[in-house]
């Protein structure tokens, strides 16, 4: 990872604390692979929640255009987010503690009608595909990721190896 | 409710919206009760977080003891108070929505390390509950309130029949 | 709503049954607020699936941006659409039948990695986010959109009316 | 297994990844056992949704009595063949993730009025069981399999042993 | 219903309570439509286990082909007909009680293995897509039969109307 | 009910509150259908403890042989009487609030090692089950409740009609 | 264990398989302990359902006098027995398969009006918990019995420390 | 932890079994650290009801001013300490068994009005929060401690580091 340039980040990866980077790296890797900028955030709607306020309110002017934010147990940030932006924001309800991520899950998309998440699956699946989704909204305004995803989505179907095995039974 | 003196209010009752008033006001019926001066307030964690920061932040140098907060489905207000005060904060789970409170309870009760909600039953019963609760908790400072949580115990136990019916099953 | 100009829908708002109108209907309704154009379609994963592939598939072609998803129960729509599609897939999880949604919501938002769906809350309050959340990420190119969401957010702070009593408790 | 013959698969084996193998295995050892060619399909509602279709489509023309489709968290894969089959469907919700295949129960079976998935249990015992729901449907124009059935289900009870201890408590 | 001839039922569709009849008449319903002989059969598990014991142990000889059984709660009908017979079995967990059939989905679905039940939604939606698989699998050897349900299926998905409106937002 | 004689109860039954008679009447009904003598009882573990274990303590010497008791939500009572005698204690979760039962099915079934309570179903129908339960107990000692199961027993199995309807689909 | 004499069983312990022995074992060593003479059965009531009723129905007249049933996932055993016989039955819900019990808890305590099940606990804590009852009961016409069940419960409360600590927080 | 002088608890952590102190304590190291005197108590609600309501109901006499009590499964520790007490009682379900806490949570949390439980996160985290709330409370009278929590929230505040890495995905 040569920084020959200075990093120009569209996307934020928030996340509560370090310990969620298990889960939330998966985001990380699939929008190097998409070729976009982001940066990596832990802030806490509860820790910090000024920390939190600030950096929400301001990355548009500082360039950012979609939140990807990860959290578990009752998982306050992404809506925390929400609220403080006109951004898109996808949130990823983590896997922890006793409910296995449920928790997580129903505090990030129940939110209220007016502040929305885009919530994705529990865990790194979750985190990849909310990187993946982040990519297919900054498509709609550059051709390059566009065309990424379309080899990326080919890609997939492609390796699908459909008929693998004929069972003769005697 | 003849207002003979300018209220200094104790406890702070919270929800996010007028409607929530149907289940949060058993909350404030208890207080009274219990001769607790208190203040209703509508904010939002999602739709008005400046106007709830700021609220939460200033409550305590405005003699502000308890807060009693009450939220449904992602239930985030009471996290989001917790979050910019010391003082004790209560929780309300309210029942709305397809999930009938059960996303609320997860979202209020299950904070991370370091940032405490108590929480009480889902619904008017935890409301009234909260308002119990608060009282307990003043009462460790107030010979007035603890007699009153005396008598409201006792009166309680009495209430409860015993043996009401014999049935000769012949 | 007088048709002086042949619509050019930016949204495509999906269901799998007229009978979904109810909750639906209110993705609609936000997307005219924000002077959105969009198209509503009727289609089925699983009782008109060919249509769906065929609508899904061509939807970019036509100048469909997003899509916004509606589905009860085993709620596969919005991922069968998010198969055929590289455009951003919103799910809105429907409350029907006996779970009430949250097989829906399961079914929506528990997406394998590689294909993702930004799930919004069960039924109507889930609708009108997703249309929201739709807005947010048409406005990352679009100043009209964008100023509207920045007015419509302060809008919504306003409405929230803070202390609304004061109660003595003598 | 020595292929003397071709095999003239009956039943249709699918699944997402072949990392459900694991788990579906079961299901090919018994038919196995019950003399049932077969055959193993690794296809993805939603990663390789047109060899889905195509497969699902085009397996009654060759042969393909029976599907046995297993499918892990929003597992659509069973709900995508019976889509474009009106041969009989047997799912099998696969565990994994986070919710351990309580996703996949309710995205399996919860299916609307029309198409429909008859559902076995969550893992490998619902695979082996899919196996042997497909034998009993084949049975009933194969009196060889029939009789293994019989033969099975009597061999199956005799391994119950009754009373294996009688315990004096002194 | 004219009783021109003497029924020859092929399926037995099967409830514990005659109070069940409101949920499973759909598949009766569809079973008439498919042109297929029925006997409705009110048996239980529980109160008269020699009933169904009995019932189902000669059901087979009797000419019947597939099994649909209804029941809630903690559901046992539909494997105590399992565990009699080697023809197919097809659940339907019915909606009753306070846990509105998730407890009757879990005790349908969740069969040891050896013992299958093909379990089907919870509810009317369940009894009607129960009919239409015990159709798919009686059309293997019943070509009038597999027509009605190829023009059924075609039937169903004409009537999804796609496109239904284009809103010009102004 | 004329009361001839003295009532000697051989069962309580105990509920938290009054309300609760709509569901625990159906447990009354039936012993009175048994023959047998029991005194209905409304105590609170929570509003009422002495008081509830005072009577626990003092059934056993007063001829009490088994309990039966009802509560809803966090339902301790049927725990809290089990932890003060070493008489059967049979625990009826009641349907009520927003979680309609479920939280009372494990607070009363989830009992430590040491203290059970035999759990039956939510609501009615569990405190009838209950009544049935405690007869089947007390008939281990008294010929004329167990002649009374035997019959009740076969009675239940010949209202159950079996074939009810053949179907003739033309 | 000298079996000195022949073994006279009154409780049955019914599993449906011998790997269920683990989590069941805990009933026999409590209800020697208690010095009750028993049996350990293995039968099922899907495998064995013919060997099951047989052993339900005559266990009376062999002398048993309460059951101890352990089943997990569909957990149906407990009910069949129960169907079978006017002796009480208590069931016990194991632990095993992707929902860990909470299918197996519901299947067992969910019976319908007429046929009940004395369910306790997931697991062996629940086995043990059968066993106590299963004493409980039996003590009511067997002084021996309830001479140990007190000696039982008074060691139980001595065993609990009370304060372990006093920590002085300098 | 040196005892120069004699402890004067404020706080009483309770719970059911010395087996809970892996989880439980959390809440006395964080009360350490706050300064706060407290004594800790294995006690049963189930298996020592008398010496528990003994403990509850002298507390107060005996200067405790806030309990903290963890209980698993049927957790009914916290609400028989509340039914003997008007001191503010804060509970922590405990994560064991199968249903790892959710059991514990709802039979913690639902309490009837009238008798609160402010019931904190489920596990070790639920207990260290419960300390912190107690420290909240207390502080309401004590500057001292007060201050301490001020210092915490801002040291814990700090921690969070914001933004870590900004990645050029070139």
Do not use: C, W
Request: charged fraction near 20%.
């Amino acid at each position: 990872m040569a920084k020959t340039r200075k990093a120009k980040p569209l996307v934020a990866i928030l996340m509560g604390s370090t310990s969620d980077m298990d889960q939330m790296s998966r985001a990380s890797t699939k929008l190097k692979e998409f070729g976009i900028d982001h940066e990596v955030v832990v802030t806490s709607a509860h820790r910090s929640p000024a920390q939190t306020a600030e950096y929400a309110s301001s990355a548009k002017r500082r360039g950012i255009q979609v939140f990807i934010v990860g959290a578990g147990r009752a998982a306050h940030l992404a809506g925390a987010v929400s609220a403080h932006t006109t951004l898109p924001v996808l949130g990823v309800p983590l896997e922890s503690g006793a409910l296995k991520g449920m928790d997580a899950l129903l505090a990030t998309v129940q939110m209220p009608a007016g502040v929305p998440v885009g919530t994705l699956a529990i865990g790194g699946s979750g985190a990849e595909n909310a990187a993946i989704l982040a990519a297919q909204i900054l498509a709609l305004a550059d051709r390059a990721i566009a065309a990424k995803l379309d080899r990326f989505k080919k890609a997939m179907a492609k390796k699908v190896p459909g008929v693998v095995e004929q069972v003769v039974a005697d």
